[in-house]
């Protein structure tokens, strides 16, 4: 801290993404990439990009990108908004809706970035308790709010609602933007877009970053009524007039485009998804019924924090939360069918050595 | 307005950049890009990229990128901050710095997305007039102050201060940022860059979008002291992990390394300037001094919104301000020699029209 800062910055305690340690190749299964390249179209659209095109401003609007997205989702234009990754999208929708009198509600097991959203804009929270089995406890959030958020599935946990449940809890707040944050709705659940024509209180927040195969690309993007569409661009103008650069919009219009190979990798992730599931009960891991490109696992006898040391050493990467209710547990990216051999086999001889199996 | 949006979105008055107007093909002079096209090197770089690597996440810290561009302006890495265009890095350095007691100064006649920032995170402000030859008043700028804010040269003037004047105002703000926006300083002036070691409170925020041609990709950067870079990096990290994308991190390095082509831009662009001053004065314009890409002009018998129109209607677009002081005159971005060339002509037949030449 010194006298340059504004108060503000001294009081933030910044996101922390998965490692990305550069001492060794890793088996990344710690950060929810997809385990599969991008579209073939994706590099077609690289090949035929004209590199001269950059001397240029992007379209402020991303006007293309905007209406194959709103067509691909059956909603208008207006209904879109396009950012530079889920984040920056969320970071926006925080600002524009959550500063209220009272409180916004999410989970208290949920994507960490929340509370760092709510120190940077100055907005109150209430984290409310999971169950148990850490399913939503619905009258939890059935109280007084400013806002309500919510991955679906939710992260780390992987467990899905169902559209009635979520068209329950836009009913049951009308005075409230509620977010629903579908980083993970690809594989597996319904997206609440369905529910927007319903709805002027839902935003729905996607990104390119999982079943798209791009998170190197930083595209994320909202859908939602126009009024809060509208919102969001205030905020983004106040900004960045130009948040996605040109060569994002092209490789974004390509990646959309390729709906039979998008189906594909969806198809292959379900699937080795539930065979790794499978065989971590096998090996005695307590499993939690995952609709996300993860599993989110807990072994009765063996310390979370080991297990990930241990995997860690055997050059496998996956996710550890020292966080409370959850540090008994490990986060687990699905990855290749060959990378989930490796974890297998990794976590057999790691509960071997103690005696666990 | 609705009740869903946050008291501060119906507060903003959002930035508009230049028209970018799709219905038919104009000479572009109104938004200072570039009239060449970036390095062979980015092309070269495009080619090279292995779009499978797009389904990582970047480097959050982009490290290479930030290696490259602290060794090119002979700093160390932690004096480093690089983010998704200049705005992006403005906008975090007016959270990270302008929150205080005091207002902040900038000129009235400067960028005009500062009052946008100052709205969107309610930061007070104080603009000093410029004199009437639009040059900095240095008297009003000593006075208690939460901040200082200037381009370098200024925009939409074009005029740039020298070294020993940006020394003076550091050394009278010892309690205060000074962020010296240097969007254009490639085109003939000095960068402040060269005081970061002599002055702790010194912020030098610098573009891709002009010099290197590439305003399609969105990079900005900014150089200043660790503590500074380690506000921006604290405001990032719970903003956006992940603001500059992988193919971004690639061309930026690309564009960097190509030091003979930048030069040879940089060269061709004040050469073109210089002598589309001195036609502009032949025709009769008062021609303010210009250390950027672009003149600011006045003519003494014609409205400057009648010229913009009539332009654009002759296929060529510049820039108008209806904001006080300057709604009678122009920004001309400084085109190709043949772009010049059609300005020139078209000016000459607009002026002859009117009778005025």
Redesign the interface.
Known sequence: M????????NK??????GE?PRDQQYI?LN?N??????SPA??QA??D?A??????????QSGDLVAALAAYHGLKPQQVFVG??S??VL?HAF??????QDKILFPDISYSFYP??C??YEIEYCRIALDAEFRIDFDGFRCANGGIILPNPNAPTGIALKIPEIREMLADNP???VVIDEAYVDFGSDSASQLIPEF??LLVVQTY?KSR??????LGFALGNE??IE?L???K???????V????SA?GLAALADETYFQECRRRIIASRERLATALVELGFHVFPSSANFVFVRHPQSQAENIYLELKAAGILVRYFNSARIDDCLRISVGSETECEALLEALKNILNAWGQI
């Not at 933030?12 to 993404?17: D, I, K, R, S, T």
């Not at 590199?51 to 402020?60: K, Q």
């Not at 103008?237 to 948040?243: E, G």
């Open positions: 010194t006298k340059y800062w504004s108060k503000l910055v933030l305690e910044p996101y922390v993404p990305q990344k950060t990439e997809s385990p599969y390249p991008p994706v590099a690289l090949k990009f590199a001269d095109s950059l001397r240029r401003y992007p379209d402020p530079n990754g984040d920056e970071a600002q524009a809706f959550f500063k209220q760092v959203y120190a940077l005075e409230s933007v002027d209180n970053s195969n791009l998170a190197g690309l930083r009024n809060l919102a661009q205030r905020i103008n106040s900004f960045n007039s130009y948040p650069d040109s060569l994002t490789i």
